[in-house]
């Protein structure tokens, strides 16, 4: 018994609807695919970019604003660690890495984010090209920006420039009077002259909005703020040990604890009246189950949906196969069993369910893939939508679903009496 | 392919308040060719039915042979008709999207192994009612021609019944005249048994028997040589 001859002729025969009926399945499955693919690669994308800040310390507050700000460097406005206790984190023994955060300039759109540069390399997993920054007005950029080392580099702070001032400027503003500075927060910039950039190094790819930064040593942002700048007068030297004398108030800390032990001490030391502490899993993981709360509800009106689709089609189907059914009886008449009439419109509805959910598949793999590319391009976030069980499962419960409810039109199209179907 | 002959006894078929065929006897032997006559709504394709297994009558039987098509299960009558009958319609119903070499063959893809003939059978037919080979669409050939598609395709498995319902009636003349002339040899130069439900005067002239049905019920049979 081969019925397949037959369902390819039915499908010819009405070959607009069959590709209409295979199209709609396949943007109901692509919907479906594309919103469960496009919510892992964001979970996975953002979780990869907080991999390397594994323990950040900030003013009370909330923990988000921070996380976005520090390792998505969303610009968002948050407090500041008070400078006594930034100065025990920066020099806290038990931190291999202890790296004060600081925002606020920009280059052509582009953050200006200030720390130290051992963060820089850990941060890249060692430079792609240059060197670290050495001087307050050296710079290394992130592996997706434009900027070429040895490029020159006017700053704007804030909403305004502050291009125009030279590197030896900066240099003898080193000797500013620090003592007026330490109530400044983000939003009450004391907006100063300060030197241009040089790029001597850039940064491997992280996948997070670093690759699009400028990072600069954290003195040049308290300098360009006007703020004490971690070190005593006449000092001119940049990054740790800070003193605790000249240090301004910071947004956040990433410490890099020596071990896993210290990493949960520290989070527990830090989280006082004064600060708080956090690893960005835990933030993370608060906003995944938002995430995937929403996600569940998108899940099931998609599922809802697809069903509402199979059902039209279903029904759309039940009207063809009417159409056809004195070709049934026909086939009946020549001598072909019951089966075989059941098989072949319940193949030639199996066709439309599986080849549109194939190709769904694979225009929501598509889909996700190009959503992801806008949302990384919008965010710095590096995602990839990929295909996983999840999806797989959801097409092969879909093509389950279709091939049991394909039985239905088939199971009509049985039962219709022969002769009726000969008389039409 | 030596025929049966295929045997009527009280054949009753009711589907509405009056019975839609009334047959008490009638014996349709190989070799010749029975024309159902009569106007539209005598009942002359529910009788074709009847004796093909599409329908089950009330009452009575149809023989083939020892065995009552009527006390057959569904399936079996399938299979009988799918080996041992050929069934030509009115409107041909041809696949049209498939080929004529193609609808020949259509029976293959549900006959058992073997029974209902291979590919040459098919195309020496089609050579033999003189259809195009060459179209690659049925529904490309004339009226004539398609029609002469399906009568191959009802005799590939060289069944000894061939069942014909009005074949000539959307044919003209000459058409139609051909048509009944392959009918008539199928039964005389072939041996096999051919019922045919017609009102054509082309098709009844070269009938054996023609059973005239007036509700259902034989106004007349006249059995005799073919004009």
Redesign the interface.
Known sequence: MNPLPIVWANLRRNPFTTVLFVGVVALAVALGIAISAQERALRQGSARAADRFDLIVAAPGSPTDVLLSVVYLDPTAVELLPPDVSAGVLNHPRAAIAAPIGFGDNIEGDPVVGTISAFVEHLSGGLADGRPFTAINEAVVGALSPHAIGETLHVAHGEGSFGGADADAAADSLDHDHDHADDHDEAEHAHGDHADLVVVGRMQPTGTPWDRAVVVPIEYNWLAHDLPIGHAAGETRIGPPFDPAALPGVPAIVVKPVDVATAYGLRGEYRTAQSTAFFPAEVLVELYAVLGDVARVMSALTFAAQALVIAAILAGVVAILDLQRQRFAVLRALGAPPAFVFATAWLYVAFIVVVGSAIGLLLGWAAAGLVSQLVAGETGVAMSASIGATEVGLVLAIVATGLVLATLPALLIYRRPVVHGLRQ | MPGLPLRVTGLRLQLGSVPTVDLAELALEPGTLTVLFGPSGAGK?TLL?LL?G??VPDEGSVFWGGTDLAALG??QR??????Q?G?V?QNF?L????TPL?NVR??T???PRGAAGGKARARELLEQLRVPLDRSRTALLSRGEQQRVAIA?ALLGDPPVLFA?EPTASLDRAAGQQVAKILRDAATIDGRTVVAASHDPDVVALADTVVTLDHGQPASIRSGVPA
């Open positions: 394709s039915y093909s599409l329908l569904e399936r399938d299979r009988w008709r799918g080996t009958a069934f319609f119903h696949i049209d999207e498939l193609d259509v029976t893809l549900f006959a395709r319902d």
